[in-house]
């Protein structure tokens, strides 16, 4: 009984190697051939060895094999990982049809529209963004006059009317011109009492009584008041440090010390006993409130009239 197992079973494995066998035929480079069965150990990467009789014969190393031999072995799953290097394809005779490529259509970006007038200064004035540079260079002209105003102590309304009507030209037609001197106190005073004395009635003759009430009048009324308007005067850091000197001092001087000064602004009025500090921009004065003084700061650009006055009298506005 075991023999007869054994007889099957190598019949079986006679079976199975005819099945899984394949027998093929080699071509050398040197014109020989051989022919064998392709067994599981027939290819490695020293070459190939063919089975005969189920015996590997010799192994072939691929550099002897020849092209159309590799082709074929190439066409074998367990041979073709050693032979698809080695092997030398001849391109097919039909050329391979290359694919049409697609057509690139071109978009121009979207450009602003040109404008319809051929003269420089008309098309200025066709583009808004022209007309919007344009208007903000006309505002910042009439402004520069208001500077120029200031620095040539001039009326403002006055250069900034002329830089409307002619801009960039009416700005150098007054920086070309002379400032306008600035009065002192003293001129000012003079001139007022000039005038006073030109409106004055003429001499009456009046009786003692007369005389008298007069003059109680005058000792009782406030003593005149020194002003100083925007348009006839700068304000600026030199000119607080050379017209009130003697209030920058900590403790005034006789002179100063029953007087006050007002700043008419465009935030206020303000009484100030002293200046505290002066810098480029600015004018720091000392406010007394209560029992205790408070230090403002006051810029030179919102000042519009400076007053000084005897701190017995009220001031009662502004100048003529």
């Known amino acids: 009984m075991r023999r007869f197992i054994l007889i099957i079973v190598a019949l079986l494995y006679s079976v199975f190697i005819a099945m899984g066998a394949q027998q093929i035929t ?46 074929q072995l190439a066409e074998i799953p367990m041979a073709q990982k050693y032979v698809e290097l080695l092997v030398e394809w001849v391109p097919d005779d039909k050329p391979k049809e290359r694919p ?26 066709q583009s808004p963004v022209s007309l919007t540079l344009l208007i903000i260079i006309y505002l910042a002209n009439i ?85 100083f308007l925007r348009g006839q005067y700068t304000f600026n ?13 900590t403790v005034p001087s006789e002179e100063e010390k029953d007087k006050e000064i007002v700043f008419v602004t465009l935030r206020g009025t303000y009484i100030a006993k002293r200046l505290s500090k002066l810098t480029t921009n600015e004018v720091f004065i000392l406010v007394k409130k209560g029992d205790a003084s408070e230090e403002i700061m006051i810029p030179f650009t919102d000042i519009r009239e400076v007053h000084i006055k005897n701190q017995d009298f009220p001031f009662n506005g502004s100048a003529s």
């Open 26 to 71: 080699l071509k050398l480079t040197d014109g020989t051939t051989i022919s064998g069965e392709v067994g599981k150990s027939s290819f490695n990467s020293d070459g190939v060895a063919l089975m005969q009789n189920g015996i590997y014969g010799k192994r072939v190393p691929y550099a002897k094999i020849s092209q159309d031999s590799l082709r």
């Open 100 to 125: 049409i490529p697609k057509k690139i259509e071109i978009k121009p970006p979207p450009r602003i529209e040109r404008p319809k007038s051929t003269s420089f200064f008309g098309a200025l004035f």
């Open 143 to 227: 402004y520069a006059g208001y500077e120029v105003a200031i620095f040539k102590n001039r009326r403002a309304i006055l250069v900034s009317g002329v830089a409307a009507v002619l801009p960039i030209l009416g700005l150098i037609l007054f920086l070309a011109l002379p400032a306008v001197p600035v009065k002192t106190a003293e001129e000012l005073a003079e001139e007022e009492g000039t005038a006073a004395e030109a409106e004055a009635p003429p001499p009456t003759i009046a009786l003692p009584q007369q005389v008298t009430e007069q003059q109680e009048e005058k000792e009782q009324g406030p003593p005149p008041m020194i002003s």
């Open 237 to 249: 850091r030199r000119f607080f440090e050379t017209k009130f000197a003697g209030f920058l001092r």
